[in-house]
């Protein structure tokens, strides 16, 4: 067996032995106890509950919940419609929630998430609620508190790693306007850059402009800039298209192949500056990736992996051992456990 298999098979063993007894002896179980983890990004929220055999009884889903970008009222709003689409599936109530952790994106300020966190525990009226940015959950899910570096490619990108020494580091989350390279965003802008260039003559031919009129509804290619400059048209939905650049790239189209290859890149640089800022060029280290783009597979991992390597050349792509939402409920047990909250 491969050492990169060996590590996924002691990590997914890892999973079964947390907490260990003696944490769990520190308070007596209910059975009604119930454990609340939400992911929360620029287009959609996921709420998982967990029972105390952290079996996953109740999903939950709903809009936007970036408080950086629809403001806080807006996306706590979104967060407990996730919530409580989660606790009508388990049969529960916000009630039998003891414990709870929030990975969202937009929340690297420190007053900003200080802020959410309030509004949440006041709303669901515990305290053990924890607020942290999407990209930890996510790196949770691929390491369970051990060393790696994961790399987040939904509406945004962002990468975000920890070391041994517990030392963490973080590169992108810049947003659409400075940032985003790599993410569902930047692709889609690029996409429509393409079908300009390709529709005055300065580019290429590219099926991305019949699959823009389309997923826009323009009667024609140039009538795509009518329908992106509307007063409706917001950056999510912009961010849509980048699932119709990996369609078409999948489909062999050579602009959209290029679009893709260059995400990885852009990607790969962020995991570079994570893994030199924390000192881990020469280690095995796990890259764990999340993210709709990364339905791109190959197209979109190959000039990723090829970039890191020029950096880490033992470093690997791994897939998660537990979903970011489930992350979350995974923490918000854990922490429940070690404070021994009654």
Request: charged share 25%; net charge positive.
């Amino acid at each position: 067996m491969s050492s990169v298999a060996n590590n996924r098979t002691d990590l997914l063993r890892n999973i079964a032995k947390m907490p260990t007894r003696s944490l769990e002896k520190k308070r007596p179980r209910k059975s009604l106890n119930t454990y609340l983890g939400v992911d929360g990004g620029g287009t959609k929220t996921q709420a998982v509950l967990f029972d105390e055999s952290r079996n996953v009884i109740g999903e939950g889903y709903a809009g936007a919940s970036n408080p950086l970008r629809v403001g806080v009222e807006t996306a706590v709003a979104a967060i407990f419609q996730a919530v409580d689409a989660a606790c009508d599936a388990a049969n529960k109530s916000r009630g039998d929630i003891v414990a709870a952790a929030f990975g969202l994106a937009g929340v690297r300020r420190a007053d900003l998430r200080q802020r959410v966190r309030e509004r949440l525990a006041q709303t669901l009226g515990i305290k053990s609620v924890e607020v942290v940015t999407d990209a930890e959950i996510a790196l949770f899910g691929t390491t369970l508190g051990k060393a790696g570096v994961v790399v987040i490619a939904g509406t945004g990108s962002i990468c975000y790693g920890r070391n041994e020494a517990g030392e963490t580091a973080i590169a992108g989350g810049w947003g659409p306007i400075a940032g985003d390279e790599g993410g569902g965003s930047n692709i889609a802008r690029r996409g429509l850059q393409a079908i300009a260039k390709a529709s005055d003559g300065r580019g290429a031919h590219t099926r991305l402009s019949e699959a823009g009129a389309d997923y826009f509804r323009a009667s024609t290619p140039e009538n795509i800039l009518v329908a992106i400059y509307t007063p409706q048209m917001d950056n999510a939905k912009i961010a849509g298209f980048a699932r119709l650049v990996v369609e078409t790239a999948q489909a062999g189209d050579t602009v959209a192949v290029e679009i893709l290859k260059d995400a990885g890149v852009e990607l790969g640089l962020a995991v570079n500056a994570v893994i030199e800022k924390l000192k881990l060029e020469k280690k095995t280290v796990p890259i764990g990736r999340v993210g709709s783009i990364f339905r791109a597979g190959a197209l979109l991992t190959d000039s990723l992996l090829e970039t890191v390597h020029r950096t880490a050349p033992k470093a690997y792509l791994a897939k998660p051992l537990l979903q970011p939402a489930s992350a979350a409920a995974q923490m918000a047990f854990e922490k429940y456990y070690r404070q021994g909250e009654k």
